[in-house]
């Protein structure tokens, strides 16, 4: 496969993965405000919107003003940031666009519709209660991407390189949300009732689709470990971290069965330790240890996959090109 097409089936599944979860985080926060007068009134409008912003990467030209709606219209629709969910969407249209040729006529046509409904959405969504209803809309026409994409395009290489970029960032996305929330255990608002844990414990959940896979497997015991676990090393449920692993490094060795880079065994091998990070240990022996730091690990493991990925299969050497033919 060439490069540039590599190059951009890749980097489209990211941004719209990206999408995605902003979307999520927007939309739970936005719903658990509605709890603030009893029991999430200890958390701040302050804290809670500047947590989002962390969980995000702390995204350059958007900031907490003390406007709610401001900052959730900006995370939306704000021309000036990269991390807005409009702006990740027409990311993941242009890098389409340069591939048109490999996708099937289904994807485009979706993906082209959920741009032009966000680029409608800017003139016409100008109030909370119009951008309340309009958020879940982007999740279902993701959603629809994702299963137009798995049931009209052939499993090949091309398809691989979307599931990496999805599960990359997906597994990235997950890792950070967590480490913010874990640093927020040690810094607790003054009061931590237990109406206040239960709500904070059930928004990260739904801030990863996980609130009744969770449920189905642990009922209601919303505690931080048993929380951890399930978004860690749950191996079946499609938005832990274990699982996204798994399924990269299943894209990785596909990817590499269909190249021909012996210098493919590099990129093994560091998968395979960020995969084995998370396979070979039970959450006792996460907690153990520095949970921030066993966290820190994850997220600069899978910067290393992505610095392997794109040294292989996106930038190799001319020398690495020729020895291929």
């Known amino acids: 496969m060439l490069s540039r097409v590599a190059d951009s089936l890749y980097w489209m599944s990211r941004y719209l993965e990206r999408a995605e979860h902003t979307v999520r985080l927007i939309d739970v926060n936005m719903s658990l405000m509605l709890d603030e007068a009893s029991t999430t009134a200890n958390l701040s409008l302050e804290r809670r919107w500047k947590r989002v912003l962390a969980c995000l990467g702390h995204p350059g030209q958007i900031e907490w003003n003390g406007d709610f709606y401001q900052l959730t219209h900006d995370l939306t629709f704000s021309t000036r940031s990269h991390a807005a969910i409009v702006n990740s969407i027409a990311q993941a249209r242009e890098n389409a666009r340069q591939v048109r040729d490999e996708l099937s006529s289904e994807q485009w046509q979706q993906l082209n519709r959920l741009y032009h409904s966000m680029t409608a959405a800017q003139r016409e969504v100008s109030s909370y209660n119009a951008l309340t209803n309009f958020l879940p809309t982007v999740v279902y026409d993701l959603h629809q991407f994702q299963g137009v994409t798995d049931s009209t395009m052939s499993h090949g290489e091309g398809w691989q390189f979307i599931q990496l970029g ?21 810094d607790p608002p003054n009061s931590t009732s237990a109406g206040y844990e239960f709500l904070e414990g059930a928004g990260l959940l739904r801030c990863c689709s996980a609130f009744e896979a969770y449920c189905n497997a642990y009922t209601a015991d919303f505690t931080p470990e048993r929380i951890t676990e399930f978004l860690l090393l749950n191996p079946d449920f499609p938005h832990s971290v274990r699982y996204s ?66 040294r292989l299969y996106i930038q190799y050497s001319t020398q690495t090109a020729l020895a291929m033919n």
């Open 166 to 186: 999805r599960y990359i960032e997906r597994a990235a996305a997950t890792t950070t949300l967590m480490d913010v929330y874990h640093r927020e255990r040690f």
């Open 245 to 310: 692993v798994d399924c990269l490094r299943s894209a990785l060795m596909a990817i590499g069965s269909k190249s021909g880079l012996h210098v493919a065994d590099e990129l093994v091998r560091v998968s395979g330790r960020l995969q084995a990070s998370l396979s070979f240990v039970d959450i006792d022996d996460v907690l153990s240890q520095d949970v921030g730091a066993y966290l820190s690990n994850i997220l600069q493991q899978c910067r290393q996959v992505h610095e392997r990925v794109f």
